[in-house]
């Protein structure tokens, strides 16, 4: 288990450096590429108030779900804001400010994206307008035409979550689904991949590697490579940013894995995520990407769900200035050494997935 053990704590579950670099390569333009320098300059720089635009979209089309996984705000019922469904329309008027910095969206976030027929629309319009597409699903209950529709829609990367290689393990956290109806939809979204003879989407097996399922990981590249899987990704578990440390260390102690050693001590203080520790460096979120929520809030990164702690409002006319209000200001100078006045007190605060600087006495 010492390989899977050494992989989780390299790969964090926020990055997907490969499938990044595709959608740079594939839809970088002069334009583009001269704001991704400028963000990341502005970003290492610890710049507060940007005059780069974000070139990642997170998108939830819905924030319903067909399952109840305990680990998920929206599995265990406290999602914190309206459950709704992202029309067609409100992706537009936020996508189209972004388009012509945008490499990539990503339409998951808190739902089940697939629950919203108008999901292949939104895909189908980033694709013509050169934007990068990617979308995860637990491709749970969907109909024939569904998985037809996902080819149609020009989806360039797609993430089926399955966390486990049997259904025992699969039921013990995806809770609603059923293993073997996930296998067959993967197998048949494959088949027709092939019958048309196209390169997309390319096919990502999410596993969670969790306590009840971290026996089953060489099964799982067994299966992956029978069933033609293109990328089988193992990830950390991660428990809810804004539990408290008493509720965090009771969900590790059920939910980490116990033969896969983690990384540093978590006797005293449990992490969000298994085996990782705070990345150096001002939080990529902040300066990358733009988290727009079903019901039109913006979330300073895909981890966060409350409506109370929203940074602002899609529907805002115009995002740059979103993009530079007090809300994003204040959360980046948790990583800046930039003297910030009447500084707003946000959710950023509690995070440890970065590692913060130290609040000066001025702020």
């Known amino acids: 288990m010492t390989s899977f053990g050494n992989l989780l704590q390299k790969t964090p579950q926020y990055t997907r ?5 595709r959608s740079l390569l594939g839809h970088g333009s002069a334009r583009k590429f001269a704001n991704l320098a400028r963000t990341e300059s502005e970003r290492l720089l610890g710049r507060v108030r940007l005059d780069s635009w974000p070139y990642l979209l ?3 089309p819905c924030s319903y779900c067909n399952l109840k996984c305990p680990l998920c705000y929206t599995g265990m019922g406290r999602l914190g804001r309206p ?3 992202l029309s067609f329309a409100q992706f537009r008027a936020c996508f189209d400010q972004l388009r012509s910095y945008l490499l990539e969206v990503s339409f998951h976030n808190w739902g089940e994206p697939l629950l919203n027929p108008e999901v292949y629309a939104m895909i189908a319009h980033a694709q013509a307008c050169d934007v990068g597409t990617n979308l995860s699903t637990n491709l749970a209950h969907v109909t024939s035409d ?3 529709a996902i080819i149609a829609s020009g989806l360039e990367y797609l993430v089926v979550s399955l966390d486990g290689a049997s259904d025992s393990s ?5 809770i609603g689904g059923e293993f073997h109806q996930v296998v067959q939809n993967l197998s048949e979204l494959l088949r027709l991949r ?4 196209l390169k997309v989407p390319v ?3 999410q596993f969670i590697v969790m306590r009840h399922n971290e026996h089953e990981l060489a099964s799982a ?3 992956a490579r029978q069933l033609g899987i293109d990328v089988l990704r193992f990830i950390p578990v991660g428990l809810p940013l804004e539990s408290s440390q008493t509720e965090r260390k009771a969900l590790a102690e059920q939910w980490f894995p116990r033969t896969i050693p983690t990384r540093g001590n978590q006797t005293a203080r449990y992490p969000q995520q298994f085996g990782q520790r705070p990345r150096r460096g001002p939080c990529f979120y902040l300066y990358r990407s733009l988290t727009v929520n079903a019901d039109g809030g913006i979330s300073p990164c895909c981890m966060v769900s409350r409506q109370a702690a929203d940074f602002g409002h899609s529907l805002d006319s115009d995002l740059h200035s979103l993009w530079n209000n007090q809300h994003f200001i204040s959360a980046r100078a948790l990583f800046s050494r930039t003297d910030v006045p009447h500084r707003l007190l946000t959710v950023c605060e509690g995070c440890d997935v970065f590692r913060q600087l130290p609040v000066s006495a001025s702020n």
């Open 17 to 21: 450096q490969e499938r990044h670099l």
């Open 58 to 60: 997170i998108v939830d």
């Open 83 to 85: 459950q709704k469904m």
């Open 146 to 148: 569904e998985l037809e």
């Open 170 to 174: 699969y039921r013990q956290y995806r």
């Open 194 to 197: 092939r019958l048309r003879r």
């Open 203 to 205: 096919v990502e097996w």
């Open 221 to 223: 590249k067994q299966m």
